[in-house]
């Protein structure tokens, strides 16, 4: 049993690869753009510059890798879900806790 029929509970097609592409490509977008809003915030708490400076080039890298995707979902004629990625709201998340 492949991984789409215990997740998705679904056989693999290539009608269902392409949704799963999409859904994929959605989640990652979500996932960038919640680092576009988190990152400047993480910046400014940094206690070192050398991790502020960190955070703000990975955050001029974050933008380039959702205008990336945006891109891609043009090229796939796919247009953006909007939903929030349920990974990065739930587990990953940058949230406050102690200062390093």
């Known amino acids: 049993m492949s991984w789409f029929e ?3 509970g679904i ?3 290539l009608d269902n690869l ?5 859904m994929q490509l959605n989640d990652l977008h979500s996932a960038e753009t919640q680092l576009i809003s988190a990152l400047p915030k993480m910046a400014a708490a940094a206690k070192s510059s050398a991790l502020a400076g960190a955070f703000r080039s990975h955050l001029a890298e974050t933008r380039q890798h959702k205008s990336r995707l945006e891109k891609a979902f043009r090229l796939l004629g796919k247009r953006m879900s909007g939903e929030k990625s349920r990974g990065l709201t739930h587990r990953s998340a940058p949230r406050s806790g102690p200062q390093i």
């Open 6 to 8: 215990k997740i998705l």
């Open 11 to 13: 056989e693999m097609t």
């Open 18 to 22: 392409e949704n799963v592409l999409e």
